[in-house]
């Protein structure tokens, strides 16, 4: 089993150790992409937490027969931090 199919076989068992394996390997790449996309260090901390809390409920999202979870993360990053249009 891949190191990517290990810790989300991990995750969908609710190891919380994973999680924050997952968190310690990734981070840096979710945040280093929401502050080049947002400009703000203060959002992109924010998408940081939304992107490993994603993770975190729905562990079943991420599938690594897809990609690496480094990937998916950062596909979750850009995704979070894209402006949002909306009417008000």
């Given at each position: 089993?891949?190191?990517d ?40 901390a ?26 998916w ?16």
């Amino acid at each position: 089993m891949s190191g990517d199919a290990a810790l989300a076989a991990r995750l969908v068992a609710g190891d919380a150790g994973a999680l924050a394996d997952a968190y310690d390997a990734h981070s840096p790449y979710v945040y280093g992409v929401a502050v080049k996309v947002t400009g703000s260090p203060e959002h992109a901390a924010e998408v940081t937490r939304e992107v490993f809390a994603a993770l975190w409920e729905r562990p079943l999202s991420y599938d690594p027969r897809l990609g690496s979870l480094r990937g998916w993360l950062v596909s979750r990053a850009l995704h979070e931090s894209a402006p949002r249009s909306g009417v008000s």
